[in-house]
């Protein structure tokens, strides 16, 4: 389990080649994110049925015109406890993002990661990713080493739009945060305007969570969680061949 | 092998969760009986270190003013000696002010109207997700603390209302400017369904800490020497104390 090569690979006693992937804090803000994520949008639920009934503006109740309504029932037995998770997990969120960020930031990680490399944004290649995303089809060669176009466009939407607009608009509700910063709502466009915003940033991130999930699930959910957990990030056999072939290609 | 790195960052960490636990358990005034308690006393904190205590709750244009205003919870306490008030137009009614205060007294409504008075057009924010917003008209809180004049050891101030409801409140709140014993509604007295004859006004906090049909006000030094304790009678439902977020 120690050999390794430039590219910081090693290979298992089966013979398969890991790549090492995620440092430490990734995966410590990774999962803490994930927990904090669960659990935000259960309690969120929860509260939210306490007026399941979304308005635009500053005002709303039972009887104003609705902008999305789930009914017109109150259910708030779980309200309060429901409160303090969400709250509680706010703060591990907001914490683990905050140093998620600024580690990234500060290891160069965005760019190297994140931002789009050169060949990514040609049209033959984005046609091509789309064709394989359709087809269900698991990257090989040097795309299993990096993160695709879409999941560079998704991971940096989470990042940099869903979880601060999660955060701001989830403060603009908070009458004491509002009365220091008011300049929030001219952001959000009133009160229940922001719970509308904050309703619907957190749908986007659950959406996010599902399709993540599902693309966990299809490039194998094991090595999936193992290398999220580890660090180490298995490239099948097959794969791994097929790139050193490509790259012999190139050459 | 631990490098000096690592030995730096865990140390940081370590040190730093400790200043922040102890200015927690410090900022927080009453006691910690949960984790996520812990979580609403670390909101607390940071809410009370970051932003302003003078900043004021938006007020808004008479324009604004919703066309109905929902009154939920008690809308007309069953309480007997409220009843009898009600009858009699609350000529009757005495707020008493006691506990740590140099002039014990009981105010009628014609004593706080007789006081100077604010007059405010802020926004409702109900912990069930609605809000609405009203002109309110009454006195400010801190005015009638100096009419009765607080001891050197007051910290908190405690309310009791007509239909079995309490919580406490520090001294940023107490004090702050729009922090008013309301007996005005839309330039109207204050209706019975929103806590007629006087409620409180906590602009800055979610609408559950706006007590209505206020019957004492007890000013005291320590938050959890209050009733049964823990800053609200609603914590057995699960609701915070500090009802800012």
Redesign the interface.
Same mark, same amino acid.
């Given at each position: 389990m120690t050999e390794s090569n430039t590219l910081g690979d090693r290979q298992s006693e089966t013979g398969q080649v890991l790549t090492y992937r995620h440092p430490p804090w990734v995966r410590i803000c990774h999962w803490l994110t994930a927990i904090s994520i669960i659990l935000l949008l259960i309690t969120g639920v929860v509260?939210?049925l306490?007026?399941p009934r979304l308005y635009w503006g500053?005002?709303?109740?039972?009887?104003d015109p609705a902008f999305i309504s789930f009914g017109h029932f109150?259910y708030?037995d779980?309200?309060?406890?429901s409160?303090?998770?969400h709250?509680?997990f706010a703060?591990v969120l907001g914490l683990s993002g905050t140093s998620y960020a600024l580690f990234a930031l500060a290891r160069g990680r965005i760019r190297k990661f994140l931002v789009p490399e050169r060949d990514q944004v040609k049209p033959a290649h984005i046609v091509a990713q789309l064709k394989e995303h359709i087809q269900l089809k698991v990257p090989t060669g040097k795309d299993a080493r990096r993160y695709n176009l879409f999941q560079k466009i998704a991971y940096s939407v989470v990042l940099f739009v869903l979880i601060p607009g999660i955060i701001l608009s989830g403060?603009a509700?908070?009458?004491?945060?509002?009365?220091?910063y008011?300049d929030l709502?001219k952001l959000f466009g009133g009160?229940?305007s922001a719970?509308t915003i904050h309703f619907l940033l957190a749908s986007s991130l659950l959406l996010f969570f599902l399709i993540h999930l599902f693309q966990v699930l299809l490039v194998g959910f094991g090595d999936g969680i193992r290398s999220m957990t580890t660090g180490w990030h298995t490239l099948p056999q097959e794969r791994a061949q097929t790139q050193s072939f490509k790259e012999g290609e190139q050459t | 092998m631990i490098s000096r790195r690592k030995l730096v960052i865990g140390g940081s960490l370590v040190v730093g969760s400790a200043a922040l636990t102890t200015a927690v358990a410090r900022t927080y005034p009453l006691r910690i009986r949960s !984790?996520?308690?812990a979580?609403?006393a670390?909101?607390y904190t940071a809410?009370r270190a970051?932003? &302003?205590p003078n900043?004021?709750?938006?007020e808004?244009d008479r324009g604004?003013i &919703?066309k109905?205003f !929902?009154a939920i919870n008690t809308t007309d306490p069953e309480d007997e000696g409220y009843q009898r008030l009600r009858h009699g137009g609350f000529e009757a009614w005495q707020l008493p002010i006691d506990g740590l205060v140099d002039r014990p007294m009981t105010l009628s409504l014609k004593n706080l109207m007789g006081l100077p008075s604010r007059t405010q057009i802020t926004?409702h924010?109900?912990?069930?997700?609605? &809000?609405?917003?009203a002109e309110w008209t009454g006195v400010q809180l801190f005015r009638v603390l100096a009419h009765v004049g607080m001891r050197p050891e007051a910290r908190f101030i405690g309310f009791e209302s007509f239909d079995g409801w309490w919580n406490v409140c520090d001294m940023v709140d107490a004090l702050h400017a729009q922090t008013m014993l309301t007996y005005g509604m839309n330039g109207a007295p204050l209706p019975i369904r929103h806590g007629a004859p006087v409620r409180l006004r906590l602009?800055?906090?979610?609408g559950y800490r706006s007590l209505k049909y206020l019957k004492r006000i007890t000013v005291l030094a320590d938050a959890e020497d209050y009733k049964g304790g823990g800053g609200l009678s &609603?914590r057995p439902?699960?609701?915070?104390w500090h009802?800012?977020?």
């Open positions: 509260i939210l306490a007026h500053e005002d709303g109740f039972f009887g109150e708030a779980y309200l309060g406890a409160r303090s998770v709250f509680f703060w403060l509700m908070s009458p004491s945060v509002a009365a220091s008011p709502f009160r229940q719970r | !984790p996520l308690e979580a609403d670390l909101t809410q970051l932003l &302003s900043a004021l709750a938006r808004f604004m &919703s109905t !929902p926004q924010n109900c912990v069930d997700g609605w &809000s609405a917003i602009e800055r906090q979610l &609603s439902y699960g609701y915070q009802a800012g977020i």
